[in-house]
């Protein structure tokens, strides 16, 4: 079960990259917000994310207006606050070393 | 033959198929459940409920009846709470010191139990049952007759039993009732919790309406014999 954890982690810290950043080149419902996630082949449920979105909500990394649907209610659309580019930014500037620490490190691995 | 119910999910009405019914009760109070403990639960809750909402409509539209059928695809898309706990353990771990939680590995080990009365299962208000989980009985039948015992004998007076009433907590959420017989707080175990409360209520449920339904159906078959003129029973 060790393995599950560990992707979980991995996973969990990705997806808020992710949704920050998708949310800051438009603003998105939580529907939408999964089907772009599944373009890029990052598949994970809807529940999953109300969470996620609540909690980048509070620490005002997002933000969102109401629009009315025809569909049924009402639907929050999520758009990047300035203190979330902030903070995807870094999180960018994270994943890239990160990205170059693994390559790295696997290279090695599988040239011996 | 099946009964339909008549909600409110996400402020839109629907009439949903009395399987469909149960299904969804248990999946939404097992979410209840584990959100519970998070900060903005409410606002989490508003929204999986809105986005269920739109689901059914999409699944049923216009005055169909909700069927598992259409449960099931709309929770599929949603995430089973399995789905929820895989992620939001780790949510748990890192937001709050947990006193109640550790990780999935720990197998049956009894961790911070807590004193709680036990709401299912009381006689007056739970306070012997609560005891009994604590100690880890089954049977609150012992507690109660020691207890008894000691009142009668006069070791210990009504008013201690008054006094516990009063000071020791009510087991309100499935969360309490796992810290009060111990139990792990996990998605598994709150997802278990629920389903058996539930299950208690339509078993506990339909025993009294047949209850009913026997006796009315004795005291008509005593009056009336369609062997004899007149009913019996009464002044005859």
Redesign the interface.
């Known amino acids: 079960?060790k393995l599950?954890?560990t992707k979980?982690?991995m996973?969990?810290g990705i997806l808020e990259l992710c949704v920050l950043s998708i949310t800051s080149k438009e603003e998105m419902y939580?529907?939408d917000i999964i089907k772009k996630l599944k373009e890029s082949k990052l598949i994970v449920?809807?529940?999953?994310l109300?969470?996620l979105?609540?909690?980048l909500k509070?620490s005002e990394l997002l933000t969102y207006n109401w629009k009315e649907s025809n569909?049924?209610?009402p639907?929050?659309y999520y758009s990047t606050t300035e203190a979330g580019l902030n903070f995807l930014k870094s999180l960018l500037d994270t994943w890239n070393e990160l990205n170059h620490a693994v390559n790295e490190s696997t290279q090695t691995i599988t040239t011996k | 033959m099946n009964k339909i119910v008549n909600i409110n999910l996400?402020?839109?009405p629907f009439t949903v198929d009395e399987d469909a019914y149960s299904s969804l009760s248990i999946y939404l109070d097992t979410?209840k459940s584990h959100?519970s403990q998070?900060?903005?639960y409410e606002?989490?809750m508003y929204?999986?409920e809105?986005?269920m909402?739109?689901l059914l409509?999409?699944g049923a539209p216009g005055q169909g009846i909700i069927s598992s059928k259409n449960l099931d695809d709309a929770i599929k898309?949603?995430?089973?709470p399995e789905?929820?706990g895989?992620?939001?353990?780790?949510?748990k771990e890192e937001t709050f010191s947990s006193s109640s939680q550790s990780?999935?590995?720990d197998g049956g080990k009894r961790i911070n139990k807590r004193l709680f009365r036990d709401p299912d299962d009381k006689v007056i208000s739970g306070v012997c049952s609560g005891l009994a989980a604590y100690f880890g009985w089954k049977d609150p039948l012992w507690v109660r007759l020691i207890a008894l015992l000691l009142i009668f004998t006069g070791g210990v007076s009504v008013i201690v039993y008054l006094i516990l009433v009063l000071i020791v907590p009510q087991a309100k959420n499935s969360a309490d009732k796992l810290a009060m017989k111990g139990e792990p707080i996990n998605i598994d175990t709150i997802a278990k919790t629920v389903k058996d409360e539930f299950n208690g209520i339509v078993e506990r449920g339909t025993e009294t309406i047949s209850d009913i339904g026997s006796k009315k159906k004795k005291i008509a078959q005593g009056l009336f014999r369609y062997d004899q003129p007149y009913p019996r029973g009464f002044l005859f």
């Open positions: 079960m599950e954890n979980a982690q996973r969990k939580p529907s449920v809807e529940g999953t109300y969470p979105l609540n909690r509070n569909a049924g209610p639907r929050k | 996400g402020g839109f979410l959100f998070s900060p903005g606002e989490i929204d999986i809105a986005r909402a739109e409509q999409e898309i949603m995430g089973t789905d929820f895989a992620i939001a353990q780790d949510y990780s999935s590995t």
